[in-house]
């Protein structure tokens, strides 16, 4: 069973940063696809980035230019470094990965930007 542990969450103040980090019980790199979801208040929830294991890293709209995701083979974590955050980033995110037809998930974790 694929565990996934995400950490890094917390407050920050508009503009401010955060990084959240996904540490995968497997090597990152037998998975096709890392991915970072996140899920606002009063929407469904909706992808942030993608990172496959060939090809290129994909981002939402909203994130395109703010956020980078990552992945460290050596330590199998796949994070999330996240700038110029608005109360609008506010919600859950959650790492995924993808084995097979099979999805595995993290608990998610809280971001909160407020003034």
């Not at 890392?34 to 496959?52: C, D, F, I």
């Not at 110029?84 to 790492?95: A, K, N």
Request: net charge neutral; charged share 20%.
């Amino acid at each position: 069973q694929v565990q996934l542990v995400e950490s890094g969450g917390g407050f920050v103040r508009p503009g401010g940063s955060l990084r959240l980090s996904c540490t995968v019980s497997q090597n990152v790199f037998s998975f096709e696809t890392l991915e970072w979801h996140r899920q606002t208040p009063g929407k469904q929830r909706e992808l942030v980035a993608s990172y496959p294991r060939w090809g290129s890293r994909r981002y939402a709209e909203f994130a395109e230019g703010r956020f980078l995701i990552s992945r460290d083979i050596t330590l199998n974590t796949v994070d999330l470094q996240m700038n110029s955050l608005q109360p609008g980033d506010s919600g859950v995110y959650y790492c995924s990965v993808r084995l097979g037809t099979s999805d595995y998930w993290g608990q998610g974790i809280q971001v909160t930007v407020s003034s």
